[in-house]
């Protein structure tokens, strides 16, 4: 399996509260992502990052932030968690070449916003 | 970005061929054709993909039609163990690197 991480696998916090989840990878991929799954909408893309520094938003960035200061790590910020972010945070990496993007997944954080 | 269409769900009895349809009617020449799936709970895998050949490997076939508007992902021989959700998802060097998954095909093996 890829070497790749997620903490923390499950977090329940407040509303407004702010809340970082952490993408760790030891297999030095320059691409790292972050997607959400919701029952009855599949899997949808929040930020991805291309290299150190290198990010841009996906299908659903609002209400999120997200840094990567070294390869291995990508963080996933949301500044004021509402309900709507529950859901199951998913990282991946991929090394993107032409027309190869084979990425792997991490195992899942799952988020509970009361 | 090229879009997908698949089945929502199929059914398909154990150790019996399961093949999974995918429309890809407006894929571009340079975009390829990749098919992900999700067990329950788990992070999507990898499965195959391809760009106009059949290409096959050891978990899966993918059969690519001449005008490459659609595709078929085989599982030779379905376990129990290959029920999940499984994405055809087009994807070319213009897409910067973001996969688009959509609702995917619920497999059934039974």
């Known amino acids: 399996d890829a070497g790749i991480t997620q903490s923390p696998r499950h977090k329940v916090t407040e509303t407004g509260t702010p809340v970082t989840l952490r993408c760790h990878q030891t297999?030095?991929?320059?691409?790292m992502y972050w997607y959400r799954q919701d029952p009855g909408h599949g899997l949808r893309l929040i930020h991805y990052?291309?290299?150190?520094?290198?990010?841009d938003k996906g299908e659903v960035s609002d209400g999120y932030s997200v840094s990567r200061s070294k390869t291995e790590d990508f963080l996933l910020t949301l500044e004021s968690a509402t309900s709507s972010q529950t859901s199951v945070y998913f990282c991946?990496?991929?090394?993107?070449?032409?027309?190869?993007?084979?990425?792997?997944f991490g195992p899942g954080t799952r988020l509970t916003v009361l | 970005d090229a879009k997908t269409t698949q089945p929502p769900s199929m059914d398909c009895a154990e150790g019996r061929a399961a093949n999974l349809p995918c429309n890809h009617s407006?894929?571009?020449?340079?975009?390829?054709v990749y098919w992900y799936r999700q067990i329950h709970s788990q992070g999507p895998q990898y499965i195959i993909h391809?760009?106009?050949n059949n290409e096959t490997n050891e978990m899966a076939s993918l059969i690519i039609t001449e005008d490459r508007k659609s595709s078929t992902l085989i599982l030779p021989h379905a376990t129990l163990r290959d029920t999940a959700v499984y994405y055809c998802?087009?994807?070319?060097?213009?897409?910067?690197?973001?996969?688009?998954f959509g609702q995917g095909t619920t497999l059934q093996v039974k």
């Open positions: 990052s291309y290299g150190v520094k290198d990010t």
């Open positions: 991946a990496i991929s090394d993107v070449s032409g027309g190869h993007n084979e990425q792997f």
């Open positions: 998802i087009v994807y070319g060097s213009s897409n910067t690197g973001k996969l688009i």
């Open positions: 297999e030095n991929h320059r691409y």
């Open positions: 407006t894929i571009s020449g340079n975009e390829y």
């Open positions: 391809g760009l106009k």
